[in-house]
C-alpha cells in the first residue's frame, strides 16, 4: 500500500511478462525524476508474473491479480481461467474506485484489463502503452476509451497515438549511450579480437534457432575470426548441453549458456545478433546490433513479422521466417552480414539511427499531460 498520506497519482497496469512489466518500471523511474513519490506509483499485475518481486525490489508498490492468460482455443483450462480473469476484474476495479488516481497507464498484459476497465467505469484518463508495431488484444479491447496511446512504431493500431518507441531497461540504456564492448567482452569472457555473434531468444529459447546454430557452429569449426555465446533457453538447455559438437581448441569460441542475466552486456559486446522480435529489437536498435531475426510463428497478431519488418526498413537487419530457418539459411544471412565489415558498420548505425533511447522520457510525457502534470 502507499503511504497513508501519499495520494496515488498514477496506477500502471498490466505485466505477466517482463517485456510487458520493465517497459512500465522505465517510465515510472522517470516520473519519480521529474518528482513524483515513488509512493504515488502503484502498480497492479498478474500473480502468476514477475510484478511480485521487481516492483518492490524497484521502489514501488504493487497489487497481483488472479489468474492466467486464457488460450485461444476451447480447453477445459479455459473454464478456470475465465473465473479467475472475472475475479481479477473485479478486484482491479476495486483498486481503481478506492485510490482514485489521476491517470491508468495500461501496458498489456491480461492482468491490465482490468484496471483499464476500471478507468472506463471510473472515468479516469487512460493512457495505452504498445510494445508491438500490432496492438495486443488488451490495447485493442480499451483502444475507444483510451485518452491517449503511446505506440512504439508508426501505424500502429491504436487512437490519439504519439510515437514515443519502446521504453528501455536502465542497464541497457547506460550501454547504449556509453558502449564500451571491450569490457563487456572480459566480463562474458568472450575475446576482444574477434567478430562476436550472439544468440537469444527469450527465458525459453527457441528449438528452431537452437538447431540451426548448432549446425552451423559444426560447419563454422576452423574459423578462429569468430565467437559465439548462444543462449540456448531454460527448455532445452539439458537436453543441449549433453549432445553439444566437438570443436577444435583453435577454432571457433563457442560459448553455450542458459539464460542470460546480462543482457546489456551481450548487447554491448555482440556484433551482430540471431534473435526473435518481440519488443527486443527495441535493444537491438539501441545498442546496434544488427540481426537475423526470426519472428514468433505463433505470436499474436503475427506482431513479431510485423516488428521484424519495420526493423528491416531501416536497413539494419534481415528477417527470416521460422519455417524457413535451417542451418543452410542461416550460414547464407549470417554470412552476407559477416562477409563485409564496413557494410556491417553501416548497419548498425542504421539500427542506432532508428533507435529512441529517451522512449521512457516520451512516456513520461504523454502520462504527465493526460494526468495534468
Known sequence: MSGPDVPTWAIVAGGGTAGHLLPGLAVADVLVARGHDPASLHFVGAERGPESTLVPSAGF???????????????????????????????????????????VVVLGGYASFACGL?????????????????AGAVNRLLRRFATASAVSFPDTDLPR??????????EIRA???????????????????????????GSLGSRRINTAVRGLVERWADRDDLAVRHVVGRRDHAAFVADLPELPAEGIGYQVVEYEDRMDLLLDAS????????????????????????????ATRDHQRANAEAVVATGGSVVVLDD?????????????LLADPAALAERSAAMRSAATVDAAERVATVVEDVAGG
Open 161 to 170: 497515438a504519439t510515437v514515443t518507441g519502446n521504453p528501455l531497461r536502465p
Open 61 to 103: 508498490t504493487v497489487d497481483v491479480l488472479p489468474g492466467r492468460g486464457i488460450q485461444r482455443r476451447l480447453t477445459p483450462a479455459n473454464v478456470g481461467a475465465v473465473l479467475d480473469l472475472l475475479r481479477a476484474v473485479l478486484r482491479g476495479v476495486r483498486i481503481v474506485r478506492r485510490r482514485r488516481p489521476a491517470v
Open 118 to 134: 476500471g478507468a472506463v467505469l471510473t472515468r479516469t484518463p487512460l493512457v495505452l502503452l504498445e510494445q508491438n508495431k500490432r
Open 175 to 201: 550501454v547504449a549511450e556509453h558502449p564500451d564492448p571491450a569490457a563487456a567482452r572480459a566480463e562474458l569472457g568472450l575475446p576482444a579480437d574477434r567478430t562476436v555473434v550472439g544468440i537469444f531468444a
Open 271 to 298: 556484433d551482430v545478433a540471431v534473435t526473435r522480435s518481440g519488443g527486443s529489437v527495441f535493444e537491438l536498435m539501441a545498442t546496434g546490433v544488427p540481426a537475423v531475426l526470426v519472428p514468433l510463428p505463433i
Open 324 to 336: 524457413e530457418l535451417d542451418v543452410d539459411r542461416l550460414e547464407r544471412e549470417l554470412g552476407d
